[in-house]
């Protein structure tokens, strides 16, 4: 697992793109994890806060119920208008609760949520930017994992 920060360090161009998906517009797709195994899909809002990747949420939401239960979490880019400009964006990792009151404070006098509210860093396990070469006529699928090189691959 990586921050943000790391990803950004490892594969810019590709977190630049991704980050970009994910600041277009401002409602995604996140999929948590019930109490029973089973996938929830919920809209959330994701940001860039210092060197992660967060998200918050209402005080006690279900999402957020269940990611305090279970923090794996896909976040998949609200593709916009559908023309796959700039790529279809997805991130997955683990949702880690931010409790540190000094952090908390640092990002309500930055940021002024709405309070009380839960807020989660995003330790990122794998992100994919999927995209069109119309010329080529080819998808394009690019993933990144800490620690490797970014696998780039094509498919007619």
């Known amino acids: 697992m990586a921050k943000w920060?790391?990803?950004s360090a490892e594969a810019?161009?590709?977190?630049d793109a991704i980050k970009a998906r994910f600041t277009a517009t401002k409602h995604h797709v996140m999929a948590t994890l019930r109490a029973d195994g089973a996938p929830r899909v919920s809209g959330t809002e994701v940001d860039f806060?210092?060197?992660d990747l967060i998200l918050g949420s209402m005080w006690e939401a279900r999402k957020a119920l269940d990611l305090r239960r279970d923090g794996r979490v896909a976040l998949h880019a609200n593709p916009g208008d559908g023309s796959m400009e700039g790529g279809d964006a997805k991130v997955s990792g683990v949702a880690v609760e931010v409790v540190d009151p000094d952090d908390l404070k640092a990002f309500v006098d930055d940021r002024h949520p709405p309070e009380p509210f839960?807020?989660?860093r995003i330790d990122v396990t794998e992100a994919v930017l999927t995209s069109v070469d119309a010329e080529k006529n080819v998808l394009i699928l690019e993933l990144w994992r800490p620690g490797r090189p970014v696998q780039r691959t094509e498919r007619t």
């Open 5 to 7: 920060e790391q990803f």
């Open 12 to 15: 810019p161009q590709l977190a």
């Open 118 to 120: 839960h807020l989660f």
């Open 49 to 51: 806060h210092g060197p």
